[in-house]
């Protein structure tokens, strides 16, 4: 029930209790505005929604009343058609009686300006929830047990979602007529915009990584899916200069380093974990050091943090975002040995896999980025064309992704190529919301350059 206590609302004398932001002269003016105008009411309403900004439960009853009078059949909301509705719910005497209508209506300089107060009063609002958000971090950060990820993320998400969504999330368009127009124009351009492509033309005919979606790649040990991300990763950065995040738990950051070198410049890889560097590799690394050091290098971030958790991957995402750096792709090696977190962490491992796969399809939903989640599979798909349910520890990794490609070479038991196909990784796309799956596709393994290849057409240069 709202508490009308305060009405009609003034301007709060000195020494309030109350010191939460507030600005009660401009909720005034957006009640007059909408009261003299009827287009004001159309302009305002965007903007403030169902009225969750206003400080005073008054305001918010004659905005909301007059809201429900302008979408009504003859939609008038002037001020004796809000003081009768509001007189015949009981609720007139609570706001303060006609005559705090017209204070309001005199508070405005002119109703044109109306959309102007509600951006006041909805910015007024935001500072309010700013504090009450900051004052709920230092009650949970007080807690007993309390986790610093999972506080920071906590918090991390309603400040998100308060400036991201607004309090009458005024950007959103969900009909189909408001869709319609930016959909023809995609259509226009040929390719989809918002998706990415890989650095592999056999495998773009089949698939994508788009916005919203969980790519899953699964292989045995040494089955190619690291070499593939930061191929993936690397194309990203430096062809389509786009911000990346790489996230490894299984690789430090200089593993990672030497294997993104070895790639970019055709360096045998081994001559850069061993240090046996002569003169035409020196040559090669002195190419790409100002790649590797251009605003592509800094956009591309590796995170090689101990102790990885979903909290900590939403908390680094952020992180980029606070600089300007939004990842176009989020890459996450591999889903089995992220850490995983919450009160129940750790008594069921099965469980606690499938939180980790929920956690990056929240992660893609929530920031709009499609992630790349590597996954090992169980022993018994080893020396066998694998299937979506070899995946280790959990069925549910393969349940959230939109596309699943499984990755096969033949390995002898020392881990060596042999047979027919000794050299190539055999892509299996298992799952494709967007298109053709059991589709096959074969690359070329060149382990020593760290580098995934195209087999049928050229990969593109590096």
């Not at 439960?57 to 003859?74: C, F, M, V, W």
């Not at 004796?80 to 405005?108: D, F, K, N, Q």
Request: proline share 6%.
């Amino acid at each position: 029930m709202i508490d009308y206590a305060d009405a009609p609302p003034t301007d709060e004398p000195e020494g309030d209790a109350d010191p939460r932001p507030r600005d009660t002269v401009a909720e005034q003016a957006v009640i007059g505005a909408m009261l003299l105008s009827r287009r004001a009411v159309d302009e305002i309403a965007p903007v403030l929604g169902e009225g969750e900004a206003f400080y005073h439960p008054a305001n918010e009853k004659i905005y909301t009343t007059i809201l429900r009078l302008h979408d009504s059949p003859d939609g008038k909301a002037d001020p004796i058609t809000v003081a009768a509705a509001l007189r015949t719910t009981g609720e007139l005497l609570l706001v303060g009686g006609e005559p705090y209508l017209h204070t309001c209506i005199a508070a405005v300089p002119t109703a044109a300006n109306g959309v102007d107060y509600a951006d006041i009063v909805h910015e007024t609002w935001q500072l309010r929830r700013m504090y009450e958000i900051g004052h709920r971090l230092t009650q949970r950060a007080r807690m007993p047990e309390a986790s610093p990820d999972e506080v920071a993320a906590a918090v991390l998400a309603e400040v998100q979602a308060l400036f991201g969504n607004g309090a009458g999330g005024k950007t959103e368009k969900l009909s189909v007529a408001d869709r319609w127009e930016g959909f023809v124009d995609e259509l226009e351009q040929e390719n989809d915009p918002s998706a990415l492509d890989t650095p592999w033309p056999d495998l773009n005919e089949h698939i994508q990584f788009k916005p919203k979606e969980v790519t899953v790649v699964g292989a045995a040990t040494s089955g190619g899916k690291s070499l593939l991300a930061l191929n993936q990763a690397a194309h990203v950065a430096f062809r389509r200069k786009q911000p990346v995040l790489v996230v490894s738990i299984e690789m430090g950051g200089n593993e990672l380093l030497g294997r993104i070198a070895s790639a970019e410049a055709n360096i045998e890889l081994d001559a850069l974990v061993r240090r046996k560097l002569g003169d035409t590799e020196w040559r090669k690394i002195a190419r790409i050091s100002d790649r590797m050091t251009s605003p592509e290098g800094t956009n591309f971030v590796i995170d090689d943090s101990p102790a990885v958790t979903v909290p900590k991957i939403r908390s680094r995402i952020r992180w980029m975002i606070s600089r300007d750096q939004k990842p176009a792709l989020v890459v996450v090696d591999y889903a089995q040995i992220v850490k995983p977190s919450g009160p129940n962490a750790g008594k069921n491992r099965t469980q606690d896999v499938a939180n980790i796969s929920i956690g990056m399809k929240e992660i893609a939903d929530e920031f709009e980025v499609p992630v790349l989640l590597l996954a090992q599979f169980n022993r018994g798909a080893v020396g066998r064309q694998p299937l979506v349910s070899d995946f280790k520890d959990s069925s549910q990794i393969e349940q959230d992704a939109s596309t699943v490609l499984l990755l096969h070479r033949e390995l002898d038991e020392e881990g060596n190529d042999t047979g027919a196909n000794a050299g190539k990784v055999m892509v299996i796309i298992a799952k494709n919301r967007n298109g053709r799956r059991g589709v096959e596709t074969w690359l070329q393994f060149e382990g020593r350059y760290a580098s995934l290849r195209n087999l049928t057409t050229q990969t593109p240069a590096r």
